[in-house]
């Protein structure tokens, strides 16, 4: 075994046992580690010591622009705050809680050089979720942006554990001298010599988006992050380092920590990092930046199409932007082509998952089709299989199983036999292939609605909806019902200046009957301003049904 870094072993104590682990591969040449990796050292170190110290790395609107080697500084002194001043040894968790910023950047360096665990948590969480993270992540010190200190301070009362909480951006006063900067000043300019930690050595606990409810934490090596680095960046979205990179995800979400800070620094380009990033905040952004590769969710597309038609965001237009990113749930065909008018940009829709750390199936903008997800992306292989793990023949929906170098490992916790069986990944996910091996994206396992014997999938009306100009946002799940088992209901937000009455229901239902199989018409239709969304942009199928 490879001599692990940790002196506090906690995360190696509680990997899930051998046989319930999904199998790695490490096929591409690329892949292949040595035994001891700091994935800080790659992304952020390598690039100092290679010369590349005066590049732009990570900007905010209104804050900071630090290049490679202010970025260095900035890590390396928080680092040495951690270890003299908080007492860290390696394999500590450290919660970090911030919107994202370049001070959150920083701490996420901090932890990892020192060989810490860096526990991401949402901005929006509440002092309720934040304790349960402390609980079951064993979390003993916290990075707190003095913004969000409330929830957390909360958190700490009922948690004993979590002993030390530094602040940043505190401000003058009194506090301040408390505060990270003025540790930091204690430690300014002086180098910190990364933890030589083993490449398996776990560098970031992930706590899924949770669209059900009890979260769980996933694990990931140091290995995994840059493992991700060299699959779907290169092979699939193929930016380049004067690319600068923008979009809304929180970083401690893995879609944002991948596409707005670990991707973009393993090819030594530049991010913005937004504190609000809305689609009226990241539209703006966009253009004030000249930004050229943007990571969102489908709906956020969806939302700043028009804007982006006015400003001229698109590189045909004129404006900087090249490459986009939809991840987080299904790509509406409808949404694909109303960006495309709009910009002139194929999306790159990807599918990722928390527990695979990024995206494992996508297209690029040359073989997008729509409808369709993608192909595996190298270094990952995909099938759709039966009940039993069989595969299923081309054209018929099954379960979607998926291996690569990275995996699924909960940090102690018995689902991790609902995720991974029989070595592959199981992501929850009913896919199609078809004879071009495309994966086509149908529901989550648990929501294909099943209407009087027919399987309907929610994504397929949720389509046709989106094509009718009153509706601005939808959502259909299977309702309960006793005559047919279920029924497709659609909760619909209309867009300004249509009015939510039966004639509205009525022209939706024939719109849908018009397009598709009638059979897959919502029977149901319900008017709402807005729909229930988790942090992450992810629809919250399970409220709808409640
Ligand atoms: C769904 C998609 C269809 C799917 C994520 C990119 O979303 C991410 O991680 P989560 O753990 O959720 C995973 C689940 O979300 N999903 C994500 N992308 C797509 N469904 N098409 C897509 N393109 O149900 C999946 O199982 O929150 C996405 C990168 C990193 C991530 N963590």
């Known amino acids: 075994m490879i001599r692990s870094a940790h002196v506090d072993t906690f995360a190696r104590d509680h990997l899930p046992a051998p046989e319930a682990r999904p199998e790695f591969h490490f096929d591409l040449p690329e892949l292949q580690f040595p035994e001891r990796l700091n994935c800080a050292s790659e992304l952020l170190d390598r690039h100092v010591i290679e010369g590349r110290g005066s590049r732009r790395c990570?900007?905010?609107?209104?804050?900071?622009?630090?290049?490679?080697?202010?970025?260095?500084?900035?890590?390396?002194?928080?680092?040495?705050?951690?270890?003299?001043?908080?007492g860290l040894?390696?394999?500590n968790r450290v919660l970090l809680r911030s919107a994202n910023k370049p001070m959150l950047v920083a701490c996420w360096f901090a932890v990892v050089k020192a060989g810490g665990i860096a526990v991401g948590t949402m901005p929006m969480l509440r002092a309720k979720e934040l304790g349960q993270i402390v609980e079951r992540g064993h979390v003993t010190i916290a990075l707190c942006d003095a913004a969000l200190g409330g929830e957390l301070a909360a958190a700490a009362a009922a948690q004993p554990r979590l002993a030390r909480i530094v602040h940043f951006a505190v401000g003058h006063g009194a506090a301040a001298t408390d505060g990270l900067e003025a540790r930091m000043a204690r430690h300014a300019g002086q180098p910190f010599a990364n933890v030589d930690t083993a490449a398996d050595d776990t560098c970031l606990f992930a706590f899924t988006s949770g669209t059900t409810g009890q979260p769980k934490a996933t694990m990931h090596f140091h290995r995994d992050v840059?493992?991700?680095?060299?699959?779907?960046?290169?092979?699939?979205?193929?930016?380049?380092?004067?690319d600068v990179f923008i979009g809304s995800p929180p970083l401690a979400f893995t879609f944002g920590l991948g596409g707005l800070t670990v991707f973009p620094m393993h090819i030594g380009a530049s991010t913005v990092l937004l504190e609000k990033a809305g689609p009226p905040d990241l539209l703006e952004a966009i253009a004030a930046h000249r930004a050229t590769v943007c990571f969102t969710a489908p709906t956020s597309y969806r939302a700043m199409a028009a804007g982006a038609r006015e400003r001229k965001l698109g590189m045909r237009d004129g404006g900087t932007l090249r490459k986009c990113v939809a991840a987080g749930e299904a790509l509406p065909a409808a949404t694909r082509a109303l960006w495309k008018e709009a910009t002139g940009i194929e999306i790159i829709d990807g599918i990722g998952a928390t527990e695979m750390f990024h995206i494992f199936i996508a297209a690029d903008e040359a073989h997008a089709r729509p409808g369709a997800t993608g192909v595996a992306v190298p270094g990952y292989r995909a099938r759709v299989v039966d009940e039993d793990g069989n595969d299923v023949p081309v054209g018929t929906i099954g379960r979607l199983a998926v291996q690569g170098p990275t995996g699924c490992r909960y940090l102690s916790d018995p689902r991790q036999a609902d995720y991974v069986k029989g070595g592959w990944n199981y992501t929850g996910d009913a896919y199609l292939q078809d004879a071009d091996g495309y994966f086509f994206y149908q529901s989550r396992t648990d929501d294909m609605i099943i209407s009087a014997g027919y399987n309907i999938a929610a994504l397929e009306v949720e389509d046709v909806l989106?094509?009718?100009?009153?509706?601005?946002?939808?959502?259909?799940?299977?309702?309960?019902?006793?005559?047919?088992?279920?029924?497709?209901?659609?909760?619909?937000?209309?867009?300004?200046?249509?009015?939510a009455d039966e004639a509205m229901v009525k022209e939706l239902q024939d719109f849908v009957k018009a397009t598709v199989a009638p059979y897959k018409y919502p029977r149901a239709v319900e008017f709402r301003e807005a729909l229930p969304r988790t942090e992450t942009g992810k629809l919250q199928r399970f409220r709808l049904r409640q």
């Open 58 to 86: 990570v900007s905010a609107p209104g804050g900071p622009s630090w290049t490679y080697a202010e970025l260095q500084q900035k890590a390396d002194a928080i680092a040495h705050v951690l270890v003299a001043e908080c």
């Open 89 to 91: 040894v390696p394999g």
């Open 226 to 242: 840059i493992a991700s680095c060299l699959c779907f960046p290169p092979h699939v979205l193929r930016a380049a380092p004067d």
């Open 466 to 499: 989106l094509r009718h100009e009153a509706v601005a946002e939808c959502a259909v799940v299977g309702a309960a019902d006793e005559e047919r088992g279920q029924i497709v209901k659609a909760f619909v937000v209309l867009r300004s200046g249509h009015s």
